[in-house]
């Protein structure tokens, strides 16, 4: 996948450079940034090496000839409110270098009428479902830690399919979700990828999608659109592995399961516990779906501690394969 180009040109030189020296450190698989000091400098650059996104002082929109620059123009403003319509798309600039670049990335996704291209894979994405029919059981702690020891080595997604994840109050983004994620992808847009990178938050290491807010959106997602998701990430993102952290919730739940390579289970050892596990296990047999038994790991947690354990030895197991 050829990684497009991003061009960051304001007054202030210091502004410039630390911006593309910030995000020559955090190098993104779809795009690499350059800065320029001056207007001039930019419209020679790009004569040969087009722009695909223009980040562009508003004090040189004026002078600027689109024409000369066919990318996305976007402006970087001084000021936090705009009293008229502008003439292109509009980010304030002094905010973190990864919000205006998530910002960009959005921008960039909406408008673009092309594809990002294809990832080349050395082997297909993993996907390792958790999933228990328990509740309280540690399922979340356990997917988020196994997903963090993963991502130490290999590229990693935790991708939250419950009614209420409590991810905004633990981890709170700038308002896009899954959501949005899978409206863009319904509606036939081509920069998945771009969109994806526009609100893909961090834990350490690992990558996640920020989850949906209410049951409402959750019930929305149709057990084709998890398959199309997938499929999406699979094709378009460069993610080995991908978390699914799932719930009777998420439309389609057996066949999700169907679809893991490997499916961790955490379960207790009281007699509710039990007869639940049983009702579950002769649910599946019913359906004739022991596939689903036969790869699953039934694990228990008396601790924290020994959660976390198990966790850094299953990452350490799954990123050797």
């Not at 009281?270 to 790869?295: F, G, S």
């Amino acid at each position: 996948m050829k990684r497009k180009q991003i061009a960051v040109c304001d007054v202030e030189r210091d502004y410039t450079m630390r911006f593309a020296e910030y995000a020559g450190r955090h190098q993104n698989p779809l795009f690499v940034v350059h800065g320029f000091t001056g207007l001039e400098k930019l419209l020679e650059d790009t004569k040969e090496h087009p722009a695909d996104i223009v980040l562009l002082s508003k004090n040189y929109a004026k002078e600027f000839k689109k024409e000369k620059c066919p990318g996305q123009i976007i402006c970087l403003s001084e000021e936090e409110y705009q009293e008229e319509e502008p003439e292109y798309p509009v980010i304030y600039k002094y905010q973190s270098c990864p919000q205006i670049l998530k910002k960009a990335y959005d921008i960039y996704a909406e408008r673009t009428p092309a594809s990002l291209g294809t990832a080349l894979r050395l082997s297909e994405m993993k996907r390792i479902g958790i999933f228990s029919p328990l509740g309280r059981i540690g399922k979340t702690s356990f997917a988020l830690a196994m997903g963090k020891e993963l991502a130490k080595q290999r590229r990693t997604l935790y991708l939250n399919m419950e009614e209420f994840s409590g991810f905004e109050a633990l981890y709170p983004s700038d308002g896009q979700t899954l959501s949005e994620l899978i409206y863009f992808m319904k509606q036939g847009k081509k920069a998945f990828a771009c969109k994806l990178e526009s609100l893909i938050g961090k834990i350490g290491s690992l990558s996640y999608i920020p989850p949906i807010k209410s049951p409402a959106e959750l019930k929305d997602i149709k057990r084709e659109d998890w398959e199309e998701l997938l499929k999406a990430l699979e094709r378009e993102s460069r993610y080995e592995f991908a978390i699914l952290d799932l719930s009777f919730g998420a439309d389609g739940i057996f066949e999700l399961l169907e679809g893991c390579d490997a499916i961790y289970m955490p379960i207790a050892a009281d007699e509710t516990a039990r007869a639940k596990l049983w009702q579950y296990r002769e649910t599946l047999k019913l359906l004739e779906l022991e596939e689903i038994l036969e790869k699953t790991k039934e694990i228990t947690f008396p601790n924290m501690e020994q959660l976390e354990g198990y966790a850094k030895t299953e990452g350490k197991r799954w990123s050797k394969n």
